[in-house]
């Protein structure tokens, strides 16, 4: 049998270790945005609550707050990561597939959530999926998507755009845009069902009377108005686009 010396190195593949394969296949790692201190068994309580799990489910905490949560199958982990963010216990949990060594890059990565956000009292003629991404983009974050919708209480057109959005900094409630030809108007942000934030910060994961941070600088005006449970209805089309911008539109 050879023996194998201090300066020699064992190679082995993770394929090869079935605990990592184990953990690979059924394993999220998650990062709440929470100022109040949550226990595994707190956090356990509402995915059980909020996902009806069928089978076992196992929460631990790890590295830097992140939560380990070992799901009963495959199907269950690779269905909740394509749904990620969750609502849990009124916070927002962001999931992304669990790794042998957590870093505190994979936890700042897990505070860019993708969200979908309203914009209000946009102008009649601005209001086409490319004014979206050309505004939001720079305002809210890397746009993902961006489509026209209508209330369905009063047919009152709006802009929704789903982006990439760093949780961890403080929400846009508005912003001023701007052309030679139309002038300057505000653009009103909504959360599409956003949970507890401080009316105060502007930051998710706590309320008004647990901030320890001042308000940002500028316009912001953060409150209730900033969250809907109403996401309206898609009435996109082609034709409400300039010719020029429909390949750029195809294109997201």
């Known amino acids: 049998m050879t023996r194998v010396t201090e300066d020699q190195v064992v ?7 079935q605990s990592v394969k184990f953990r690979t296949s059924r394993t999220l790692l998650g990062r709440l945005f929470s100022e109040s201190a949550f226990t595994a068994g707190e956090l356990k309580e509402g995915l059980l609550d909020t996902w009806r799990v069928q089978g076992n489910l196992r929460v631990s905490m790890t590295k830097f707050g992140l939560f380990e949560i070992i799901l009963p199958n495959d199907e269950m982990r690779v269905w909740l990561l394509k749904r990620s963010p969750w609502i849990v216990k009124d916070r927002i949990l962001h999931l992304r597939s669990w790794t042998p060594s957590i870093t505190r890059p994979i936890f700042d990565d897990l505070a860019i959530v993708p969200y979908r956000v309203q914009l209000w009292n946009v102008k009649e003629d601005c209001c086409t999926a490319q004014f979206g991404r050309k505004v939001a983009a720079g305002m ?11 209330a369905k209480d009063s047919d009152e057109r709006f802009l929704k755009v789903h982006a990439l959005i760093d949780f961890a900094k403080p929400l846009r409630s508005q912003f001023i845009a701007a052309s030679e030809e139309i002038g ?26 647990e901030c320890v941070f001042g308000p940002p600088a500028g ?7 900033m969250s809907t449970r109403k996401p309206g209805r898609k009435i996109y089309r082609e034709d409400d686009e300039c010719p020029q911008f429909r390949n750029a539109s195809k294109s997201v």
């Open 219 to 225: 316009q912001e005006r953060f409150g209730p108005h």
């Open 11 to 17: 190679e082995f593949s993770l394929d090869e270790v």
């Open 140 to 150: 809210i974050g890397q746009i993902l998507e961006s489509d026209v919708f209508a």
């Open 184 to 209: 300057r108007f505000w653009v009103h942000l909504k959360y599409e069902f956003l949970p507890t934030f401080c009316y105060h910060c502007g930051r998710v994961g706590y309320s008004k009377s």
